[in-house]
């Protein structure tokens, strides 16, 4: 109710309990969006993305996973709010970039054929046994120019002050992938609200140590909440001496075609 008042707070909970809609991502390292297409469209019916321009929605809910376009690495199953998440990061050839939630990975994923096999990308999580996944994953996609960085590890500390970008995918309450994720709803509360608030502010302080003076630092969430979002990125703002690059994704207008993402790009004053 704080974020959207009560007539959008009602229209939020609704088109939360709709189906959310099965889209992929094409992996540009292996294959363009127009000969995928081609490729599959007698197997199954599709249509381009509005604003990812690797993007993919499928018309219909199907099992891909057991495809061989998936094995081979054509594709990724990824939201089109996540992967235009993703591309706040503007990644060149030869940067470094440290995913310090990577997770399994599908961020960094979404970025790699940017950099055309050059520069590097570290993949760290606190969890290691997810960070196996994202080595799986990789693998399938072609990408060889990545790290697996543990947490606590002796080489994280020498990427100190040196990451052209830093990408913080933060845990949140997912408030903007209800459909995907329907029993979040019930395990959350005001006091998780501001465990999850202050873990952010944590992260956030931890990953930025690892920028460079003139890098860029991504800030993501899945959740649709200001407590979250933009009231975060103010707190980073005064607490950390930091300014904004652009306008911040927030894909909460889209929620229709999409989940609901926040993204926020910010550099050094």
Known sequence: MKT????DALKF?????????????????????????????????MECCEQSSVGIRLRE???LFQTEEFKNGWFEVQDEASQLAAFLVEVQPKQKILDYCAGSGGKSLALAPLMNQTGCIYLHDIRSRILQQAKKRFK???????????????????????????????????????????DLKWKFDENMLQETVELQRKIFEDALKYLKPKGRIVY??????????????????????LKLVNK????????DRMDGFYGAVLTRT
């Open 13 to 45: 909970a609704h088109k939360s309990n709709r189906r959310a809609p099965l889209t992929i991502r094409v992996n540009a390292h292996k294959i363009s969006r127009d000969k995928f297409i081609e490729a599959m469209k007698e197997k199954f019916p």
């Open 140 to 182: 399938r996609a072609g990408i060889f120019n990545y790290q697996i960085m543990q947490p606590a590890s002796k080489p994280l500390n020498g990427l100190r002050s040196n990451m052209d970008w830093v990408l913080v995918d933060a845990p949140c309450t997912g408030t903007g992938t209800y459909r995907r994720n329907p």
């Open 61 to 63: 809910h199907v099992n």
């Open 220 to 241: 993501l969430t899945c959740s649709m909440l200001k407590d979250e979002n933009e009231k975060q990125v103010e707190y980073f703002i005064q607490k950390h001496g």
């Open 4 to 7: 959207f008042g009560e007539e």
């Open 248 to 255: 911040p994704l927030n894909s909460a207008l889209d929620f």
